[in-house]
């Protein structure tokens, strides 16, 4: 069974910094994509950023100059460097996973979310 931890989280004032990270554990062959969405209050889930196994990264227009995404294969792990932070930037974020168990099939998993809050 695999598992998406996240930690990071937490309140931070306007201009501020937070770093996320996000390890998967299990019986995991590989893992393809590994990324980060949020869903604000009343809103749909967003993409923040993404990073596929070769290094190439998305990132969403919205966090472009402020959030960076890395990965560390050797832990299965993602992590997002949050700065300058905005209050629009509050939202649960959680982790995202494509993974591959040794056969053709990829699975898609997500972490239990972390909260995010921003203030002014």
């Known amino acids: 069974q695999v598992q998406l931890v996240e930690s990071g989280g937490g309140l931070v004032q306007a201009g501020g910094s937070l770093r996320l990270s996000c390890a998967a554990s299990?019986?995991?062959?590989?893992?393809?994509?590994m990324g980060w969405y949020r869903q604000a209050p009343g809103k749909e889930s967003d993409l923040v950023a993404r990073?596929?196994?070769?290094?190439?990264?998305h990132d969403a227009d919205s966090v472009k100059g402020r959030f960076t995404i890395s990965r560390d294969n050797s832990k299965n792990a993602v992590y997002l460097q949050m700065n300058s932070l905005k209050p629009e930037d509050t939202a649960v974020y959680f982790c995202n996973a494509i993974i591959a168990f040794g056969g053709p099939q990829r699975y898609m998993y997500w972490g239990q979310g972390t909260q995010v809050t921003v203030s002014s």
């Open positions: 990073m596929i196994s070769g290094g190439s990264t």
């Open positions: 299990g019986s995991i062959f590989s893992i393809d994509d």
